[in-house]
Structures are given as structure tokens and as C-alpha cells.
């Protein structure tokens, strides 16, 4: 008895070449189906590639040598949220003392990048009730203003804006404090 078996392997992510081998597998009414490794990355259209390789019902599944750089990496990963979630600078200084040739291709541009900001990373966990999220929620409302506005003839104008609509501001409130100050003293004066 003559049985038909289809090889595939090498899919790295490319949904529409996988669905493409995947219905002349059905066309040619194959009885067997053997998966020899490497199903993800580097490549697009990863999302329903694991259920095109389970409607196959393949006999046979190895892992390839880019699975285990999948694998390796999202434990990388797992291990960089976990030091930072839990503030620990130890692990996290071990993490990025990896030799970054060792960690797969996608992850060495992460590693340097997390290299040189390190410094800020283990202050975040030493000031961890500091944010700038205040400054960056002004910062944003003084720029729709001013795009709102198409530009302002004159500073004044500009300003009055502002404190109008960010009365509650460490910037209203300074210049609050300000203007108060000047009222005393102007008083003092006469």
C-alpha cells in the first residue's frame, strides 16, 4: 500500500505561503503530515499559523532552530519584566551583562538599548513615586493650545491661555504664588 506524506518545514512566519501549501496538502489528499521545525519568526503573518499547522493534524512535530530562538528570547523577555517589576537591580544587572551575541538577533538591539539606559532604569526603581507624568500632560495641553490657537500675537495672550486652562498646574500655581508675592510687596512699598 502506497502511503503519501508531505514534508513541511522552514515556514518562518509566512502565513500566506503556509495557507498556499496547506490546501494543496488537501488537494492531493496526503494521509500523513510531518512538521520538521522552524514555524515562527523571522516573518509576517505569525497570527493563525499555529491553527494551520493543528488543521494538519501532523504525525510528526520537531522544533527548529528558530523555535528555540523564539523560545530563548520570550524567556529573555519574561525574565526583564519580572527584575523590573519587581525592582531588582541585581537580576536585572545580570540580564544585561548577557554577552549580547549569545541572545537572538531581534533581542541584541534591545539589550544595547536597555545597556545604555540603565542608569535611569535602577533610578526608576529607587524613586519609584516620581513621575513626569504631570510635566508630560502639560507639555501636551500647551501644544494643543497652541495648535488650536494658530499662534498668539503676543506672549501675554499666550500665557493667560495657559493658566485659564491649567489653573491647577504647578505652572498657575507658581505664578499664582508669584503675582501674590508682588501684590505684598507692592503694598509693603507704599
Keep these: 500500500m502506497e502511503r503519501?506524506?508531505?514534508?513541511?518545514?522552514?515556514?518562518?512566519?509566512?502565513?500566506?505561503?503556509?495557507?498556499?501549501?496547506?490546501?494543496?496538502?488537501?488537494?492531493?489528499?496526503?494521509?500523513?503530515c510531518w512538521f520538521m521545525g522552524?514555524?515562527?519568526?523571522?516573518?509576517?503573518?505569525?497570527?493563525?499559523?499555529?491553527?494551520?499547522?493543528e488543521s494538519l493534524?501532523?504525525?510528526?512535530c520537531l522544533r527548529g532552530n528558530w523555535d528555540d530562538d523564539l523560545s530563548q528570547?520570550?524567556?529573555?523577555?519574561?525574565?526583564?519584566?519580572?527584575?523590573?517589576?519587581?525592582r531588582?537591580?541585581?537580576?536585572?544587572?545580570?540580564?544585561?551583562?548577557?554577552?549580547?551575541?549569545?541572545?537572538?538577533?531581534?533581542?541584541?538591539?534591545?539589550?544595547r538599548t536597555l545597556r545604555s539606559h540603565k542608569l535611569e532604569i535602577i533610578n526608576s526603581f529607587k524613586y519609584q513615586?516620581?513621575?513626569?507624568?504631570?510635566?508630560?500632560?502639560?507639555?501636551?495641553?500647551?501644544?494643543?493650545?497652541?495648535?488650536?490657537?494658530?499662534g498668539f500675537r503676543n506672549f501675554f495672550n499666550f500665557r493667560a491661555r495657559i493658566l485659564l486652562a491649567l489653573p491647577n498646574s504647578y505652572i498657575a500655581i507658581n505664578w499664582n504664588h508669584k503675582r501674590t508675592a508682588h501684590a505684598k510687596f507692592q503694598t509693603r512699598a507704599t
Design 38 to 53: 522552524d514555524l515562527f519568526m523571522p516573518g509576517p503573518g505569525a497570527i493563525n499559523i499555529w491553527q494551520l499547522l
Design 129 to 150: 513615586n516620581y513621575t513626569n507624568g504631570p510635566v508630560e500632560g502639560t507639555n501636551n495641553k500647551i501644544k494643543v493650545i497652541k495648535r488650536t490657537a494658530y
Design 57 to 60: 493534524k501532523p504525525t510528526i
Design 88 to 111: 531588582d537591580q541585581g537580576e536585572l544587572n545580570q540580564l544585561l551583562s548577557q554577552k549580547w551575541t549569545t541572545l537572538p538577533w531581534p533581542l541584541q538591539k534591545v539589550q
Design 4 to 32: 503519501r506524506i508531505a514534508i513541511i518545514a522552514d515556514v518562518h512566519g509566512n502565513y500566506t505561503a503556509f495557507k498556499a501549501v496547506r490546501d494543496d496538502i488537501v488537494k492531493q489528499q496526503v494521509d500523513e
Design 73 to 86: 528570547a520570550y524567556r529573555y523577555y519574561q525574565d526583564l519584566i519580572l527584575a523590573v517589576s519587581h
